[in-house]
C-alpha cells in the first residue's frame, strides 16, 4: 500500500472549521483508508472532528493529507475538492 501525499492551500473561506471541517471528516470516513492531516507540527486524524478543528486551518492555511491504503488515491481526490472549495 502505497502512501498518498498532497499539500494544499486551504481556499475556502470559513478554512476548515464547522461545516467544511464536518464535510471533510463525513467524506473521509468513507475511505477505508487511514488519512492523516499536518499542518506545521501538527498531525491529526483526518477522521476526527476535534482533529481537524485543532489544526485551525484557516484560509490561506497550508496543509498536508496523507492518505494509506487501497482507496488512498480516490480519499485524496474527494478531499482535496473540500479544501479547494470557495464556499
Same mark, same amino acid.
Given at each position: 500500500?502505497?502512501?498518498i501525499r498532497k499539500k494544499l492551500i486551504v481556499k475556502n473561506r470559513q478554512g476548515l472549521h464547522a461545516r467544511?471541517?464536518?464535510l471533510f471528516v463525513q467524506i473521509?470516513?468513507?475511505f477505508d %483508508?487511514?488519512?492523516?492531516v499536518r499542518r506545521d507540527k501538527e498531525? !491529526? *486524524?483526518g477522521k476526527s472532528i476535534m482533529g481537524i478543528l485543532i489544526l485551525g486551518a484557516e484560509k490561506g492555511s497550508e496543509?498536508?493529507?496523507?492518505a494509506e491504503g487501497d482507496? %488512498?488515491?480516490?480519499a485524496i481526490l474527494e478531499l482535496e475538492k473540500? !479544501? *479547494?472549495s470557495e464556499g
Open positions: 500500500m502505497a502512501l467544511p471541517a464536518a473521509a470516513n468513507k %483508508a487511514r488519512i492523516t498531525r !491529526v *486524524n496543509i498536508t493529507i496523507e482507496d %488512498a488515491h480516490t473540500i !479544501v *479547494n
